[in-house]
């Protein structure tokens, strides 16, 4: 499931995926229930992201003359810059979109989508498997939040909890799979 060929890669997932799991945690906190319970678990999650990220930063540099997936320049790099761009815009065109229609409480959802789509063709830029994955279970849970009543809590809020935990989750799992 998780590919360990190229160590630099999944300490950069580690970084980046903490990092991302304390952005969605952070939007999460948009509207929680009203129990503080809720809110202590998004900080879970993003001090969890942060510490992921902070290793993941610190042995990615270490590790940075390592072998990698992605060579500048090369067909995988031009395909994760291609797909990354179609990302973003595919994030602000629907942010604008649901705007347009007074439906903010879309955003979320929809960019989670874009980000779990956008998961599973870098699973063969990197020959990481587990991005995949990633992008399934994140996608399937902008799903959910995309259809759940948000009279209890935001969208926002399960898009940050379960999507956020399951960045940190993913990317802890590449941090220590490469260590």
């Known amino acids: ?66 072998p990698t997936a992605i060579v500048v320049g090369g067909p995988p790099f031009v395909a994760y810059m291609i797909t990354f761009a179609v990302e973003v815009v595919a994030i602000v065109v629907l942010a604008i979109w649901a705007a347009r229609r007074k439906r903010t409480d879309l955003i979320a959802p929809l960019a989670l989508a874009v980000v779990g789509i956008h998961f599973i063709p870098l699973a063969w830029v990197f020959a990481q498997p587990i991005y995949a994955v990633t992008g399934v279970i994140t996608t399937a849970i902008a799903v959910v939040a995309a259809r759940v009543p948000d009279r209890w809590a935001a969208r926002s809020f399960w898009c940050g909890l379960l999507g956020g935990a399951t960045l940190l989750a993913v990317g802890l799992l590449c941090l220590f799979a490469a260590t």
């Open 1 to 66: 499931m998780i590919s360990t060929e190229f160590p630099r890669d999944l300490f950069m997932t580690a970084a980046i995926f903490g990092i991302a799991a304390f952005v969605w945690a952070g939007w999460g906190q948009e509207r929680p229930p009203k129990h503080w319970l809720w809110r202590v678990l998004l900080v879970i999650v993003q001090l969890g992201g942060v510490v992921a990220g902070g290793f993941g930063v610190t042995l990615a540099v270490r590790n940075w003359r390592g």
